[in-house]
């Protein structure tokens, strides 16, 4: 599970984390936390999740995972340089989360996903139907519809 709710104030987002961390734990899934590996660490997340420009100040030593977003060949480049663990690739398709964004449509996606030496998840409007589709099995959803 990647924890983002970047729209809570950091009280609730710190006890929002920790409820949702136990279930997924419970169903032994991993718990990444969108943010800073310095946060991440402090609040025993297995792994930080990231734009790779942040990395260069606060490198995720130490952590189970390192999960980068990336959104051209260059971003995967850079998640590559930084020894990320795999790199979500997005946005694949329109999102809600992000209406009018350019998108990389499926040819795209693989042509660039095609170049990552590390493993790429397809994310941005991905649902399971979308996913088949795309014929990528790694992919990751905010709200999966």
């Not at 609040?43 to 790779?52: C, K, L, M, R, S």
């Not at 998640?79 to 795999?86: I, N």
């Not at 660039?112 to 589709?133: E, K």
Request: glycine letters at 10%; proline letters at 5%; one cysteine or more.
């Amino acid at each position: 599970m990647i924890f983002r709710h970047y729209h809570l104030n950091a009280k609730e987002r710190r006890l929002r984390f920790d409820a949702l961390a136990r279930i997924a734990r419970a169903c032994g899934h991993l718990v990444v936390l969108a943010g800073g590996a310095r946060e991440a660490r402090r609040w025993g997340a297995d792994g930080v999740y990231g734009a790779p420009d942040k990395w260069r100040s606060q490198p995720a030593q130490g952590l189970m995972l390192r999960l980068v977003t990336a959104h051209s060949l260059h971003e995967i480049g850079m998640a590559q340089r930084l020894r990320a663990d795999a790199v979500l690739l997005s946005p694949v398709f329109p999102t809600r989360s992000h209406p009018g964004t350019n998108v990389l449509g499926p040819v795209r996606f693989r042509l660039l996903a095609r170049h990552a030496q590390v493993p790429v998840i397809a994310l941005g409007g991905v649902n399971a139907h979308r996913a088949r589709g795309l014929k990528w099995k790694k992919w990751a959803a905010i709200d999966g519809a």
